[in-house]
T-cell receptor, first 115, second 116 residues
Framework: AQSVSQHNHHVILSEAASLELGCNYS??????LFWYVQYPGQHLQLLLK????DPLVKGIKGFEAEFIKSKFSFNLRKPSVQWSDTAEYFC?????????????WGAGTKLIIKP | NAGVTQTPKFRVLKTGQSMTLLCAQD?????MYWYRQDPGMGLRLIHY???????AKGEVPDGYNVSRLKKQNFLLGLESAAPSQTSVYFC???????????????FGDGTRLSIL
């Protein structure tokens, strides 16, 4: 069965530090990849997505992610984090067509930014 | 623009009681989903629907039933609530693009359900 791994469950950074959150998936075929963010007390929102084309994807709020097919990875990055980036971040993958177009979710990474 | 609306936002039940969670979307999306979110486990798909009148089981369907009688509504029912069903429940919806896989999902604000 397909799976998504987010290795860091908790990350604590200071403002202006650089961020990289890991996401690895297990599926050798075509994938669509997503990062969602959940701010405290809010619902999940789409941060960015990759369907095809340029493997470096830019999302909202200065986030970007790079799809590296050979490493089965889709890591999320931000050069300089802000206190307002404190949230939980989820990686999700659709392994088409095996998963019947359903999203397979990672367990999430809680990011805390110290002011 | 309401997007995805879930009711209620909070509920406390006793073991064995039944209840229905309502999800409504105003974006004319074909696909709708019910997830539960538990600490350290991310989101797990309970049931989903690819269109009016159709539903399918997700990863953790036991103890839940769903119905999609209208395109805009997706109901999640707990027939006999158990403490293990204490969780935060999220509804989501997405549109379908011919020839394309899963489009981004839009989420509701969640329902926090406690079973005593």
């Amino acid at each position: 069965a397909q799976s998504v791994s987010q290795h860091n469950h908790h990350v604590i950074l200071s403002e202006a530090a650089s961020l990289e959150l890991g996401c690895n998936y297990s599926y050798g075929g075509t994938v669509n990849l997503f990062w969602y963010v959940q701010y405290p007390g809010q619902h999940l929102q789409l941060l960015l997505k990759y369907f095809s084309g340029d493997p470096l994807v830019k999302g909202i709020k200065g986030f970007e992610a790079e799809f590296i097919k050979s490493k089965f990875s889709f890591n999320l990055r931000k050069p300089s984090v802000q206190w307002s980036d404190t949230a939980e971040y989820f990686c999700a993958v659709t392994a088409t067509p095996d998963s019947n177009y359903q999203l397979i979710w990672g367990a999430g990474t809680k990011l805390i930014i110290k002011p | 623009n309401a997007g995805v609306t879930q009711t209620p936002k909070f509920r406390v039940l006793k073991t064995g009681q039944s209840m229905t969670l309502l999800c409504a979307q105003d974006m004319n999306h074909e696909y709708m989903y019910w997830y539960r979110q538990d600490p350290g486990m991310g989101l797990r798909l309970i049931h989903y629907s690819v269109g009016e009148g159709t539903t399918a089981k997700g990863e953790v369907p036991d103890g839940y039933n769903v119905s999609r009688l209208k395109k805009q509504n997706f109901l999640l029912g707990l027939e006999s609530a158990a403490p293990s069903q204490t969780s935060v429940y999220f509804c989501a919806s997405s549109y379908r693009v011919a020839g394309r896989a899963n489009q981004p999902q839009h989420f509701g604000d969640g329902t926090r359900l406690s079973i005593l």
